[in-house]
């Protein structure tokens, strides 16, 4: 009964490392999505996919990138890593668009010092 | 684009009162999808509840409903017998129909729940 999973938990990186957060789900769904949320504010798309293979931009894309090699995995990738990519990040999944519910895994909190 | 907006970043209710939270939108589509998603301390984020646009009838989930006013782009979310459980951050969100199921949220509102 796993759905989404996301690791780390928790990382703290230095200003120009890089890294990538990874996000399976076991549930079958064609779409998934990288969210990040910063205090105090709701979430904001970073990347999404509707497939393996098609990946797309969302609200706020640069510093980031992803790919999507198979349905299961969506990994998020950190290039340089910067003070303002201090976030919690946000993996999420769903099935179709009729019902468009997406189900979250429980969130990767970043530290960029 | 689509927008949320939350105006009360925090309200309290006592237990077993009820509590209603506000949220609107913008869009210029008809045809949409409206949550409410709760994020406990643990911040898994939660769906409390689901809209239909195109559907008159307000959603119900046990004790938690909504008041849905589409020619006012309202979405409120009604939280009957609050309990302790109930304490959250609750952020309101939009999907538009197509185009990948892009969730639009609000900027969430604090709930606390007192004895």
């Known amino acids: 009964n796993a759905g989404v999973t996301q690791t780390p938990k928790f990382r703290i990186l230095k200003i120009g490392q890089s890294m990538t957060l990874q996000c399976a789900q076991d549930?079958?769904?064609?779409?998934m999505y990288w969210y990040r949320q910063d205090p105090g504010m709701g979430l904001k798309l970073i990347y999404y996919s509707v497939g393996a293979g098609i990946t797309d931009k969302g609200e706020v894309p640069n510093g980031y990138n992803v790919s999507r090699s198979t349905t299961e995995d969506f990994p998020l990738r950190l290039e340089l890593a910067a003070p303002s990519q201090t976030s919690v990040y946000f993996c999420?999944?769903?099935?179709?668009?009729?019902?468009?519910?997406?189900?979250f895994g429980a969130g990767t909190r970043l530290s960029v010092l | 684009a689509q927008t949320v907006t939350q105006s009360q970043p925090e309200m309290s209710v006592q237990e077993a009162e009820t509590v209603t939270l506000s949220c609107t939108y913008d869009?210029?589509?008809?045809?949409?999808?409206l949550f409410w998603y709760k994020q406990p301390p643990s911040r898994q984020m939660i769906l409390v509840i689901r809209?239909?646009?195109?559907?008159?009838q307000n959603a119900t989930e046990n004790r938690f409903s909504v008041n849905f006013q589409k020619a006012a782009k309202s979405f409120s979310l009604k939280i009957s017998d609050s309990q302790l459980g109930d304490a959250a951050m609750y952020f309101c969100a939009v999907i538009l129909t197509g185009g990948g199921n892009k969730l639009t949220f609000g900027t969430g509102t604090q709930l606390k729940v007192e004895l």
């Open positions: 549930m079958n769904h064609n779409y």
């Open positions: 809209q239909e646009a195109y559907k008159q």
């Open positions: 999420a999944s769903s099935t179709d668009i009729t019902k468009n519910i997406q189900y």
């Open positions: 869009t210029s589509e008809s045809d949409y999808y």
